[in-house]
Structure formats: structure tokens, C-alpha cells
């Protein structure tokens, strides 16, 4: 069943994003009460980029900590860190390859769950309201995010099967998503044999991997979106942002629900307009796409004030 929800904010400035995404994704908890996430997009981190890894949870969190630390060097270095529970986030300055960085990280239990000068990524089991012990998403403002609550209907619920996910290698690309990638085991086995690694057995994570290797090789991110219409099987819709885009892409026969809303200052996307109307209130039109169809908004890449 789950829930997706995407706010784009199309003006100048930023917005509550994170006020905003949340009280959509509470709107949209009876939909999934197994967890909850959120790619949130900022306006950048000067210093670096932003990790979120997800410690060994059957381990001390703080020895987890430390290990982790130790194994950031020698192609990257923390220039802060905070443990949120079992997720740690760094704040690093990197002279490696990401899959270098997440191949020396990823060891005994710990994962890298997202990357990007932009991107703040956080998800925790249980409700929406679970995620504000990780990250204050009521103060944070930004421009955009997506935003996921997952019902389990075929693997187990933790940290590491909850959404959105990163498409990893690619800073900043998330996804989230709702429905079934019915050619989902061909397509793992087709990306395990070009050296992608798969951490859960949900079927939502191969979208991620799908963008991640189109991306890497030269495909925009529009590109990307319309080919996997084609090239997944099944009923899904998915979202998916990067620091200055914001989609979704739909299956051809339109199985799970979406509905889009934009009005001049911002698009609020769900599968349910009671969480659309928590964003915008009576605002806009509500509209329910075709099927076999992807929609990309963009705005002026974000621009990162080095210091001196």
C-alpha cells in the first residue's frame, strides 16, 4: 500500500520543507505504519558533503561510531559528526570515487544511506513522527523533498528496507515509491553482475540502483525517467529528486494512485489529495496523471559558498 509525498518549491528563497513534508507524511501514515523517511533538499553544505550512515544495530552504537570514524581515512575526513540512535551523521570533505568511500565504510553491519552536498536523508521504523528524533524537520527549510511511509508486504521491516533510498554513487538522487517492480529479480541479477551491491530484498531499492547506473553513464535524469517505463514491469509509481530536479514516473496502466497539484509558487505530489491539502490547503487543482507518464520540474542548480 505505502504512502509517497513530494513538495517542490518553485520561487526564490526556500520554504519549511521539512514542516511541510512531514505533515504530509503523517496524512499519509495509515497508508504504511511499519516506518517512515524523507530526502530532504537544502541549499547546500558549504564544507563538504553530508553522510547519514546507518550504524550496526546489533552492536554498541558509540564503538560503531568510532570504528566507522577510523574507516573514513584515507580518501575522506570527517569535519563533524553527530550519532542520532543508529544513524551517525558526517559532515566530510572527499578526494575518493563514492563507491571507494562506501566499499571501506560498509563493514560489519553499517551502510552508507545517503550522500550529497544537498541531501539530508533520514528514516526511522514506525510513524512519521518517529523522524524528528533524528533530524528537527520542523525547522528545516530548504526546496524541495520526498517523503515515504512503507506497509511491509514482502520483507521485513528495519532501518535498512525503509525508503526513500539513495541511488548510490550518485550524490544527492533518492527515490521513494509505491507498488510492485514485478521484473524486479532479473533486474537485481542483472545489476549484481555489473558490481552493484543490494543491502534489502525490496523490490523499491532496484529503482534507485536502475537511476543510479543510467546516470553514471551518461543518461540526464528526465532520460533516465522515461526509460524505465519502459524497462520496468508491474504497478508503480515512484518520485525521485536530485539537488535541482524533482519527478515521478507511472506505470502504463496507472495502478497506484497519484495525484499532482501546482499552483505559481510550488507542486505537492501524493497518492492521496488529504495529503496534498495538508501542504497546499485549497489551493491549486488536483489532477490524476495517465498512465505511462513522467513529469520533471527543475530550478538553477544550487549554488555552494565556498570560504575562502
Same mark, same amino acid.
Given at each position: 500500500?505505502? &504512502? ?11 520554504? %519549511?520543507?521539512?514542516? !511541510? ?11 504504511? %505504519? ?19 550512515? +546507518? ?8 564503538? #560503531? ?23 551517525? /551523521? ?7 570515487? !563514492? ?22 536523508? !533520514? +528514516? ?17 527549510? &530548504? ?12 520483507? +521485513?521491516?528495519?532501518?535498512? $528496507? #525503509? ?25 537485481? /541479477? ?6 552493484? /551491491? ?5 523490490? #523499491? ?12 553513464? &551518461? ?36 495502478? +497506484?494512485?497519484?495525484?499532482?497539484? @501546482? ?24 489532477? @490524476?496523471?495517465? &498512465? $505511462?507518464?513522467? /513529469? ?13
Amino acid at each position: 500500500m505505502c &504512502g509517497i509525498a513530494g513538495y517542490f518549491h518553485k520561487t526564490e528563497g526556500d520554504a %519549511p520543507i521539512g514542516a !511541510v513534508l512531514l505533515s504530509m507524511l503523517n496524512a499519509l501514515a495509515r497508508r504504511g %505504519p511499519d516506518s517512515a523517511g524523507a530526502a530532504l533538499y537544502g541549499h547546500g553544505e558549504p564544507r563538504g558533503e553530508i553522510c547519514w550512515i +546507518k550504524l550496526d544495530e546489533l552492536a554498541d552504537h558509540g564503538r #560503531s561510531e568510532a570504528t566507522v570514524l577510523e574507516r573514513l581515512a584515507p580518501g575522506a575526513r570527517a569535519l563533524s559528526h553527530a550519532r542520532h540512535g543508529a544513524l551517525l /551523521r558526517i559532515v566530510l570533505q572527499r578526494d575518493e570515487p !563514492v563507491r571507494d568511500l562506501c566499499a571501506r565504510v560498509e563493514r560489519d553491519g553499517c551502510e552508507v544511506i545517503s550522500l550529497g552536498r544537498s541531501l539530508e536523508l !533520514v +528514516k526511522e521504523v514506525g510513524a512519521p513522527d518517529n523522524l524528528t528524533a533524528v533530524l528537527d524537520l520542523s525547522t528545516f527549510r &530548504g526546496t524541495h523533498g520526498i517523503g515515504h511511509t512503507r506497509l511491509s508486504t514482502e520483507s +521485513k521491516v528495519d532501518l535498512s $528496507h #525503509s525508503q526513500p533510498f539513495w541511488a548510490r554513487g550518485i550524490p544527492d538522487l533518492a527515490t521513494v515509491h509505491n507498488g510492485h517492480i514485478t521484473n524486479y529479480d532479473r533486474l537485481r /541479477r542483472v545489476y549484481e553482475g555489473r558490481g552493484y /551491491r543490494f543491502f534489502t530484498h525490496n523490490d #523499491s531499492e532496484v529503482i534507485a540502483v536502475y537511476l543510479a547506473h543510467l546516470i553514471s553513464h &551518461g543518461r540526464t535524469f528526465e532520460e533516465a525517467l522515461r526509460s524505465s517505463l519502459d524497462d520496468f514491469d508491474g504497478s508503480f509509481t515512484y518520485l525521485a529528486a536530485t539537488a535541482s530536479e524533482f519527478g515521478y514516473a507511472r506505470d502504463p496502466f496507472a495502478f +497506484k494512485p497519484l495525484i499532482t497539484v @501546482e499552483t505559481e509558487h510550488a507542486v505537492a505530489i501524493a497518492n492521496e489529495e488529504i495529503a496534498i491539502r495538508s501542504a497546499l490547503g485549497d489551493a491549486g487543482v488536483a489532477h @490524476e496523471p495517465s &498512465g $505511462h507518464i513522467y /513529469r520533471v520540474w527543475r530550478r538553477a542548480p544550487v549554488r555552494v559558498q565556498v570560504p575562502a
